[in-house]
Each structure stands twice: as C-alpha cells, then as structure tokens.
C-alpha cells in the first residue's frame, strides 16, 4: 500500500554551493554539497549508508559515478549506491529511489547529489592566442539537424513552445509574466543571482532573441554548483538539527511520443500518484516550485498538474498569480530562470526551505504543502514529490 | 564576415540510402517490413512494431509545417551571415517528420499549417539536402 509511506521518510539534510560563476570540478562541487548537507542535518560522513548520483553534464559518461563520488568522500560500507539521469527528472527521482531503498531495508540515510560545472573560468586575456570560430572547432555539428542550423535544447524546445501558442492562444506576454514573477522572486533571495536586478515586461521584451519564440530571459541561467540532500526515516529526522520535510508522496511520469503533438508534460501521470501517496488535491498546494528550464515550461507545468485547464496556464500566469501576493506563489526562489540552473535540484531545494519555513524575505506564510516538480528531455520525464512540515 | 561552410551532416551507414537519393533529386524515408508504417527520422528498430527491418521507399515530398522556430544566436560561424533564419519542422503527408528550412518564404509569411513541397540545395558533391518551399 503506498499510502503508507506518507510521512514516513523526510529530508533532514540541505546542501547548496556558492552557485553560478564560480569554479571547481564536478566532484569538488559534489563533495562541498554533501560535506554542507551534512553540516546542516548535524550528520558525520559514517552516517550516510547510501547514495545516489545525478551526474550533470561535465561528469561526461560517469558510469559508475555514485561510486567515484563514494571514494572521493571516503564512505565505506553504504548499503545503497545508485548513478541516475532521467535529465531534471533525476532530483526528485533520487528522493524517491532514497525512501524506497530505505524502505527495503537496504540504507537508513541517503545522500541524493547531484552537481555540475558547464561554465569555464574566463582565459587572462594576456594569453595572445585568439580562439577565432574556425570551423573546425565545431566537431558537434555533425548531424543532419546541424546541417539546417538547428542547434541545442533551446531550438527543440522553441518548436514545442511555438506550437503551443498556435494552438492555445500562449503569447509572449504569458511567458514574460513567468521571468517576471520569478524575478520577483528573486528580488527577495539574496542567494539568487539576479537577487539585485528588477525585471518589468518590458524588459523582457527587451532582451534579445535567443530563437523565437524564446527571449534570452526565457532561458535559464547555466550554473556551476553542487547541490545535496539526505533522506532518512522521520523516526531519525526527530533528532536531528534541522525540522524535518516530511515526504507525503511522489510519482512520476514519462509520457513518450513527440512532446510538439501531446504538449504535455509526464504530469498528469506523476501527479495521480504523488498526490494519492499525499492525500492532496490540486486546491491543497501552498506553494509550487516548479521545473523551468524555461518560461515555456512553467505554464504547460502549471496546466498538467491541474492549477489551470489545459492551454489556459499564459493568461493564468499574466493576472500574476504566481507572483509574489498572487494566490499561487511560484518558483519563489527565484527558480532557474533567476536563481540558478542545478537541474531539479533548484526546485527540490526551494521546496525545501519553504517546507522548513526559512526562506526569510520571501517566505510563503501557508506552506504545509509544498509540490516539487522535476523534468527532463523535451518534456520527456517527469517526478513529482510533495512535501510538508507536518508529518501527517 | 565568417566564410566557414556550413557544417555537412555525416554520411553515417544508417543514412547512407537517403543521402544518395537526395543526390538525384529524390526523397526517400524508411518504411517499416513488419508493419508498413513509414517514418523518419530513421530508426534501427520500429518503435510500432519492434521490426528490425525497413527498407527506404520514394516520399511525394509533400507536408505540412507542425511548427518553426527562428534561430538569432550564432551556434556555428557559416550562420552568421543567415541570422535571424526559421528551422522547421515538416510532418509529411506519406509519414515521417523532418527537420529543415523552408526556402523562398520571407519569415513573417512563415506560418504553422502552412503547405510546403520538398526542393534539393546542393551542399557539396556527396551531400544535397531536402528542404521546403510553399505550395500552392
């Protein structure tokens, strides 16, 4: 019965890096996110017994990632060891896999990582040698799609968002109202790194294309960092430092097929589970941290988990009802567009501080039910987690 | 102004059929042995069926644009000059879907819906490639 595991697992352990540019390798982010995690929780290394990997994209092949990671953190004997990508999916995923593991007897305290380093310190410009565009540097353009120009997750996404607003009515307006509010959010999250920077509307209409329909401030922020959590039993949870964020269910969903046509995220499925796992509807959410990749992606979000019938999410979002005073507080971290791009870390770990209730200036007062999204691909994967300070 | 070529895709064995019908002026897509359905991009495996055979038959060429983009940033030099250029993408009335550009079409005529046939743009000697132009 999977009603039973609510409340019975929590997240009793945060940790976050310096995040955005700054400079480190994937595993020095992922060892300072789990050293500051365990700080947090009041935890040594020895008592973590599992662990779960999401490699980002500059651990490159990382197959046996969760075990590098287990070795450069000198933990032995861990009962649970996992290296997951199901793209921004993989947060949310790793809590899920964490409880189950422990609910298997395998691990009492898992440590779900997750960490990256795509951006490059900038070259002293002393160096001399200019790196023109030769083409030759463009080994990666070797496909088909290359061959027409159409390059990187931006431009796939664009064809989804494009379709959308065909076929719904979705303009830039609607998605300008999500990189608004979300730097309003921002504004009030001194961690966040445009946390100094107001945005209107137009300013976004401003910023420049990147590929129509996408603005540059469609697009999230790419970051260096490293982010940690650690899972337990809420019978441990009681007696450690921090207040415990209860789990109240999860789920997932990956709907397959050609996301132009269903425009649909995994959603409506992960959500059927998580919210029956939780015993919640839709009208019980106090605050939504949602995946946003981009501006696109929070407004089909809002719509597959029911906030909004379907293709009605711009208009929902332009009466600024996600913003800060709207009746949904969104993102109130400042999400990825405004904060910092971890994959589903960014939302999982909004979720969190919310839940905990110490997210200072911008800190949502009704927050007993928190929902954490995650997504991966072009709307190809989808998890789901509720969470909650009260354990029931 | 860059004079980078623009980049030619790879010739790799599963797209080879396709690349010496384009040579002559000629679409062609894969089309399942076990179930009959037509498809491209291609695919080792039939994701209907599961057949792992195909064999590449004529398209008419003609299709529909699902949805467009239009690309600003500069990816890879030789589009620098082409900025801002639409990619499309092509849901063909005899199956599969493509990925191209739509050529003779000014981009606010641009639209999804809009009917398209396919044209051949000579790249190099080994590599011609479908693109689309409005028809009537």
Known sequence: MTQSLKGRYAIVGLGLTEMGRVYDSAMGFAVEAVRRALDDAGLARQD????????????????????????????????????????????????????????????TTVACVFSDAPLKPPKPAADGKQKQGSAAAYGFARGLNAAYGQFGVNALYALVARRHMHRYGTTNDHLGAVAVAE?????????????????????????????????????????????????????????????????????????????????????????????????????????????????????????????????????????????????????????????????????????????????????????????????????????????????? | MSTAAKPLPEVTEELRPFFAAARENRLVVQRCEGCGRRRFPPREICSECLCRDARWVESGGRGTVVSFNVMHQVYHPAFAAEVPYAVVLVELEDGGRMIANVVDCPLDRLAIGMAVEAVFEKRSDEVALPQFRPRA
């Open chain 1, 183 to 392: 730097r309003a959010w921002a504004n009030r999250n001194p961690a966040a790194q445009f946390h100094e920077t107001s945005l209107t509307l137009a300013d976004y209409h401003r910023s420049r294309w990147i590929v129509e329909p996408f603005h540059l401030l469609d697009c999230c922020l790419v970051s260096n960092g490293g982010a940690a959590v650690i899972v337990t039993s809420a019978e441990r949870a009681a007696n450690l430092r921090q207040p415990p964020v209860y789990i109240w269910g999860f789920g997932q969903g990956h709907p397959g097929g050609d996301p132009v046509d269903t425009l649909t995220s995994g959603a409506p499925w992960a959500r059927q589970n998580a919210f029956r796992m939780a015993g919640i509807d839709t009208s019980d959410v106090d605050v939504a941290e949602l995946y946003d990749c981009y501006t696109f992606t929070v407004l089909v979000t809002l719509e597959d988990y029911g906030f909004c019938p379907k293709g009605e999410a711009g208009r929902f979002a332009a009466d600024g009802t996600i913003a800060p005073g709207g009746r949904l507080p969104v993102n109130t971290g400042g999400g990825q567009l405004s904060s910092f791009y971890m994959w589903g870390m960014t939302p999982l770990s909004e979720g969190v501080i919310q839940a905990r209730g110490q997210g200072g200036a911008r800190q949502v007062e009704d927050h007993d039910v928190v929902l954490v999204s995650g997504n991966g691909g072009i709307l190809s994967t989808h998890s789901t987690l509720v969470l909650s300070p009260l354990a029931s």
């Open chain 1, 48 to 107: 973590l017994d599992g662990l779960c990997l999401n490699p980002g994209l500059a651990w490159g092949e990382a197959a046996m990632g969760s075990f590098a990671l287990q070795q450069a953190l000198g933990l032995r004997d861990l009962g649970y060891s996992t290296t997951m990508n199901i793209g921004g999916a993989t947060a949310a995923a790793m809590v899920q896999h964490a409880v189950m593991a422990i609910e298997a007897g395998l691990a």
